[in-house]
């Protein structure tokens, strides 16, 4: 990307789209000044944060989601057309499944209760109908039983039309053999059967036809393949390889079943990689099964088995073309993948070839972090409840890593900079320019307490630019005055606390980049004048906002 504003400062007119109050309301969870955001800011920022159901380390589950909910609701109804927007926006490009689901029913259900009911058969141009917000919420194929499962389990078995018509219109979009067969799980709550059956989607061919029928089919325990032999060419191949290979375990005929060594024949089949391994069993070849596998799997699919794939010994040749393929621009932008994915990859490998790979892959993946002139101080919140949330219930990779990914970036491409790491106490990290950003993030270390005002006054200096923090905004209020006891002992010379606002000066614009989503945040955002800006979410759209608050432009949502 071309650089731009080369050390001049942003304007302070310039205004993001998180607003708060210009004065402090509240309290962080740790006792510093809180500013309370409008509904449609907190709702933003905790979605993109916010996996349903899990406690963070200064909020319960139970009471996140209840805040959650209500926000919600009262958006759909109060600002209909921003959420419509927002919900499509966090399903596809934020990529948040959960939460996105969640709020778009929610909102449904405040709108129903609101009598917020037009269709599109009303205003064929009204892009916010309840039909039109439900499906645009459901991206996957297994999507549409998870919907009805939450509207069943909150509100009840009757499900009204425009609900039901929008689960209706993604089962039609999405619903093919090679969903059926990846995610129609006998454990799920509501089947595809189930979906097709309470729903009544109208199929767009005769083929999808005889797929919503096979479907029913399944739901209900009959497996006459000869009704849809022709329709569904894919399902017949998968039955006859599970056969097959059935027949050959029975007489022990290993040989029986090299037929899935061959990619084409596993394709044919839809057969994934899970379905193949567990066909296969411990009889044959874990090396060439994975090398059979790797061309029918998708990109994150490789990136999670590259441990599996050095243990089963791939050779040199095959790892070469998922290296290539990890490190494909167009692969990972269509795979749309957080950058700590790459990260949490690159720990979990035992071998240094998936290395170089990885980190062009993290770098393609933050291409669109902006490049800043001047000299930014970059601030990378490493205190304990950034380590404590995960960024969801299966993953390893705690908001402190993530937010080092991301600080990194916004250092290395920058004119100048100093990144600094910091808890209760704050230290600058070292690193050159041309190093490997996933080897720099390994240099960061783990601390205790959260002192934000701390970091500023220690590290701010006359010639920095900009400020830029990434944090979950929950600090104390800095360093305490020398009669108290406090984090003297790493502050000898501590003064009285002070607001972080008042730390930077005016021209000096000061970016927080939200991690936690909680209530109150640590400086003001979008007051006019104040040059106070909070960001979030790590997506393409979110980076591109700072390069408009720097030219001076006020930055609209990412959607």
């Known amino acids: ?91 596809s490009d934020a990529n948040v499944r959960t939460a996105s689901l969640a709020a778009a029913l929610e909102g449904v259900r405040a709108r129903l209760d609101a009598h917020i009911i037009k269709t599109a058969a009303e205003d064929p141009a009204n892009d916010v109908t309840n039909r039109r917000i439900v499906d645009s919420v459901l991206r996957r194929a297994d999507e549409p039983g998870e919907a009805l499962a939450y509207w069943v389990s909150h509100f009840g078995r ?11 219109d993604a089962a039609v979009r999405m619903y093919t053999e090679r969903g059926v067969l990846k995610y129609d799980g006998e454990k799920a709550a509501f089947r595809f059967g189930d979906v097709v059956d309470l729903t009544h989607p109208a199929a767009r061919t005769p083929g999808q036809d005889a797929l919503f029928r096979y479907a029913l089919d399944r739901r209900h325990g009959r497996t006459d393949l000869g009704r849809v032999l022709e329709s569904l060419p894919t399902v017949v191949a998968n039955a006859a390889l599970r056969a097959r290979v059935a027949e050959a375990a029975e007489h022990d005929a290993v040989a029986a079943v090299w037929e899935l060594f061959d990619p084409d024949a596993l394709r044919a089949a839809g057969m994934t990689w899970e379905d193949a391994l567990s066909l296969a069993g411990g009889k044959v070849s874990k090396r060439r099964l994975w090398e059979a596998l790797v061309p029918t799997m998708g990109y994150m699919a490789l990136l999670r088995n590259l441990r599996n794939m050095d243990d089963a010994g791939v050779s040199d040749d095959v790892a070469g073309r998922v290296a290539a393929r990890l490190a494909s621009a167009e692969e990972v932008a269509a795979s749309r993948q957080f950058p700590f994915r790459f990260l ?4 979990e490998v035992k071998s240094l070839r998936w290395a170089y790979p990885l980190e062009i892959a993290l770098q393609h993946s933050l291409a669109n972090v902006p490049e800043l002139g001047g000299h930014t101080l970059v601030l990378v919140d490493r205190s304990p409840s950034m380590w404590e949330q995960k960024f969801s219930p299966r ?63 220690r590290h ?26 406090g984090y003297r002992s790493h502050y000898p010379d501590a003064m009285p606390p002070t607001k972080i ?13 939200n991690f936690g989503g909680y209530r109150h945040g640590a400086t003001p955002s979008g007051v006019p004048g104040t040059n106070r800006h909070t960001l979030g979410g790590l997506t393409d759209a979110a980076f591109r906002i700072i390069p408009l608050l720097e030219a001076g432009r006020s930055a609209d949502w990412p959607f």
């Open 501 to 513: 606002d008042d730390l930077v000066p005016r021209h000096v614009p000061l970016y927080m980049w």
């Open 158 to 168: 009757s499900v009204p039309k425009p609900v039901k018509r929008g689960i209706a």
């Open 344 to 347: 949490s990859a690159y720990r």
């Open 395 to 457: 993953s390893s990779m705690p908001w402190a890593d993530a937010a080092a990914v991301f600080g990194v970036a916004v250092a290395l491409r920058a004119e100048r900079a100093d990144l600094v790491e910091f808890s209760a106490a704050s230290s600058l990290v070292a690193f050159d320019p041309v190093e490997s950003l996933l080897k720099i993030v390994e240099r960061f270390g783990r601390g205790d307490g959260t002192d934000i005002p701390s970091a500023v006054r």
């Open 460 to 485: 701010l200096r006359p010639e920095h630019t900009r400020v830029v923090v990434v944090t979950d905004e929950q600090t104390q209020e800095g360093w305490l005055p020398s009669n108290t006891h």
């Open 1 to 91: 990307m071309a650089r731009y504003n080369r050390g001049a400062a942003a304007k302070p007119t310039a205004r993001g789209p998180v607003a708060s109050e210009a004065t402090p309301g509240g309290r962080t969870a740790l006792g510093a000044p809180g500013y309370v955001r409008d509904a449609k800011s907190e709702l933003f920022l905790l979605a993109v944060s916010n996996f349903v159901g899990h406690d963070t380390y200064h909020e319960r589950g139970g009471d996140r989601d209840a805040r959650f909910v209500d926000l919600a609701r009262r958006v759909a109804v109060e600002e209909g057309d921003w959420f419509a927007r927002f919900v499509r926006w966090l399903r």
